[in-house]
């Protein structure tokens, strides 16, 4: 994996890339969750290097992504990352996000649907208002009370 940099107006995203197999390939990109950095998914990128290109990168404000100004959207994120693969010169991309990092894949696939290849969603939720239902909704934006009454250990 070579590691690389991105510059976007809000900071340098750092990513590493092995493009092995070729631009035509199918392309695994691992994308964390937040607080987590790129080495989440170092035994993927163990077992899948040499049997397709793969690109993991550290989330902008995350890891050697940082630092980095946090004005930016969810939308902004999926943009750069497609912007990568296009100076990267991958395409067919299959994304395995990792709860935020879903959260991005969803985005891209909003974004650029005829460019995905795929989607592995791991510990994230669908972000379209139609998977979920009133009362979750209802539930949701009364969570913090309900929080305080259990003790910080027992959230961990």
Known sequence: MQEKLYETPCGKIHYWVNRDCGPAAITL?????????HRLFDKQIACFEGKYNLLVWDAPGHGASWPFRLDFSLMDKAKWLDE?????????????????GGYVGQAYAELFPRKLKGFVAIDSVPLQR???????????KRMEPVYRHYPWKSLL
């Open 84 to 100: 990568i693969l296009c100076r990267e010169a991958l395409c067919q991309p299959v994304i395995v996000g990792q709860s935020m």
């Open 29 to 37: 990109v691992f994308l964390p969750g937040l607080t987590a950095d």
């Open 130 to 140: 139609k998977y979920v239902t009133a009362i979750e909704l209802w539930l949701l």
